[in-house]
Every structure is written in structure tokens, then in C-alpha cells.
């Protein structure tokens, strides 16, 4: 539906975000590692000492790899998931994330399923490369989680606009340009689909155990969901 409806059209904003999905399951431990690595020493190094540079960050690593290779690399266990929600209290869950790219006219084209525990920002560059593989859009509308140097590189190597709400991170919050500010509002679209998900299709009640069956159970709404939106557009 989407290659065949949204393909040959270009589309205006690609909104991201990921929703979380609870799950009848127990959280599965994370695995321990093998071998414990070595302490590394705190501090400046002495003149002269060479210390062994530092494992490169998931992150660090997305650009340089195909979809499928990033795609694999994302745990899809059922663990806990911690976010701050929009009145700045902590919440908790058990179960998933629903990472989904939405285009105007509240369409979702693109998706996956990782872990509660995955960060948004480590699914924003494979999604990136699905969506581009299927529409041809002009802006990508991210909120303050995805404000990361290699996310903003990746939107512009795929010759779009990065539109980012910028991350503080402890010092002050430098605000987007007006005309950024106004596209940014476009960014609800993807608000307006994880809410309709969770509360008409299926998305809140999830009754199935495993990361294959939850992404099935979701699907199905998903795809009932795109194509109610596609009739609209077409009405």
C-alpha cells in the first residue's frame, strides 16, 4: 500500500517516533558478558602511556551498514522500558517499542519492534533507510531524543532537512529558527498514529508472548490503520 499509493508521490515530512507496547511476559535478563572487560583507568593519561581506544557506539556504527545489518543489531527481547513522559514523571514498562515513521495526512510507512530498553535514537538511521526505500520526502521531523550529530548527517546524506528538537543535555536550550518551528508542529502527525494504534487498533492490549507474535498482532492493526487513512485521503 505504501510503495503502490505514496511511492510515486513526494511527501512533505516524515514524523518519527517510537510509542511503548506492554506485554503479558516476563522480562528476559540481559545476557552477561563472557568475559568482564577490563577496568579502564579514570582520568588523563600520563605523557607517553597509550591507552586502547575506546569499543565504537551502536550509533557510531549505523551509517557505514546496510538495512539488513542494522536491522539485525537491534535486540527485540522483552525487557524494561523507562521514559519521562510530558508532565516530566518517570515511567516504567514491561513489554516492547513501536518505532514508526508517519507522512502527512497521518499515513504510516515505515516500523519495526525492539526492545522497551533501546533508546529511540538507535532505531532513528535504520528507519531512515527503510522509509527512503519506499517514499521520497523532504523533511525529517524528530523530537529531542534524536538530536545526535550522526542522525542529523544521515537525514542530510539522504538529501533531506533535518528538523530536530534540540537536546540541552545541562546547558542552555537554543531554540529552532521560526520557520523550523512552524514545520516541527507537522510533527504531531505521529502522536495522532501511536494514539489511534494503541486505542482502536489493538496497540493497548496486546495478549500474545514473543517479539514475532507482538510485531504480527501489531501489524494487523497497522495495516488496518494505513489503509482507513489511505481511504480518507482518497475520499
Same mark, same amino acid.
Given at each position: 500500500?505504501?510503495?503502490?499509493?505514496?511511492?510515486?508521490?513526494?511527501?512533505?515530512? /516524515?514524523?518519527?517516533?517510537? +510509542?511503548?507496547?506492554?506485554? *503479558?511476559?516476563?522480562?528476559?535478563?540481559?545476557?552477561?558478558?563472557?568475559? *568482564?572487560?577490563?577496568?579502564?583507568?579514570? %582520568?588523563?593519561?600520563?605523557?607517553?602511556?597509550? $591507552?586502547? *581506544?575506546?569499543?565504537?557506539? $551502536?550509533?557510531?556504527?549505523? !551509517?557505514?551498514?546496510?538495512?539488513?545489518?542494522?536491522?539485525?543489531?537491534?535486540?527485540?527481547?522483552?525487557?524494561?522500558?523507562?521514559?519521562?513522559?510530558?508532565? %516530566?514523571?518517570?515511567?516504567?514498562?514491561? %513489554?516492547?517499542?513501536?518505532?514508526?515513521?508517519?507522512?502527512? %495526512?497521518?499515513? !504510516?510507512?515505515?516500523?519495526?519492534? +525492539?526492545?522497551?530498553? /533501546?533508546?529511540?535514537?538507535?532505531?532513528?538511521?535504520?528507519?531512515?533507510?527503510?522509509?527512503?526505500?519506499? /517514499? +521520497?520526502?523532504?523533511?525529517?521531523? @524528530?523530537?529531542?531524543?534524536?538530536?545526535? =550529530?550522526?542522525?542529523?548527517?544521515?537525514?542530510?546524506?539522504?538529501?533531506?532537512?533535518?528538523?530536530?528538537? =534540540?537536546?540541552? $543535555?545541562?546547558?542552555?536550550? /537554543? !531554540?529552532?529558527?521560526?520557520?523550523?518551528?512552524?514545520?516541527?508542529?507537522?510533527?504531531?502527525?505521529?502522536?495522532?498514529?501511536?494514539?489511534?494504534?494503541?486505542?482502536?487498533?489493538?496497540?493497548?492490549?496486546? $495478549?500474545?508472548?514473543?517479539?514475532?507474535?507482538?510485531?504480527?498482532?501489531? @501489524?494487523?492493526?497497522?495495516?488496518?490503520?494505513?489503509? +482507513?487513512?489511505?481511504?480518507?485521503?482518497?475520499?
Amino acid at each position: 500500500m505504501v510503495k503502490t499509493h505514496a511511492g510515486p508521490k513526494l511527501v512533505g515530512h /516524515v514524523s518519527r517516533d517510537a +510509542t511503548a507496547i506492554e506485554a *503479558p511476559e516476563r522480562p528476559v535478563a540481559k545476557p552477561t558478558p563472557t568475559a *568482564p572487560a577490563a577496568p579502564r583507568k579514570r %582520568g588523563r593519561p600520563k605523557q607517553g602511556e597509550v $591507552r586502547p *581506544p575506546l569499543p565504537p557506539k $551502536r550509533l557510531e556504527l549505523l !551509517p557505514a551498514r546496510t538495512l539488513a545489518e542494522n536491522l539485525a543489531d537491534l535486540p527485540a527481547r522483552c525487557d524494561v522500558g523507562c521514559k519521562r513522559n510530558s508532565k %516530566g514523571h518517570q515511567e516504567s514498562w514491561i %513489554g516492547y517499542k513501536l518505532p514508526l515513521d508517519t507522512i502527512d %495526512g497521518d499515513f !504510516p510507512v515505515s516500523t519495526g519492534l +525492539t526492545s522497551a530498553s /533501546v533508546h529511540d535514537s538507535q532505531v532513528a538511521i535504520p528507519l531512515a533507510q527503510l522509509t527512503a526505500q519506499r /517514499v +521520497t520526502s523532504l523533511y525529517d521531523l @524528530m523530537d529531542s531524543a534524536y538530536d545526535a =550529530p550522526q542522525i542529523h548527517a544521515f537525514s542530510r546524506h539522504l538529501g533531506h532537512v533535518p528538523i530536530i528538537d =534540540p537536546n540541552p $543535555r545541562g546547558r542552555e536550550k /537554543v !531554540p529552532l529558527a521560526p520557520a523550523e518551528e512552524q514545520r516541527f508542529k507537522e510533527r504531531t502527525a505521529s502522536e495522532r498514529v501511536n494514539s489511534l494504534l494503541k486505542e482502536r487498533y489493538g496497540g493497548r492490549w496486546v $495478549r500474545v508472548r514473543g517479539a514475532a507474535k507482538v510485531m504480527c498482532h501489531l @501489524m494487523f492493526g497497522l495495516v488496518e490503520l494505513t489503509a +482507513t487513512a489511505l481511504f480518507a485521503r482518497l475520499g
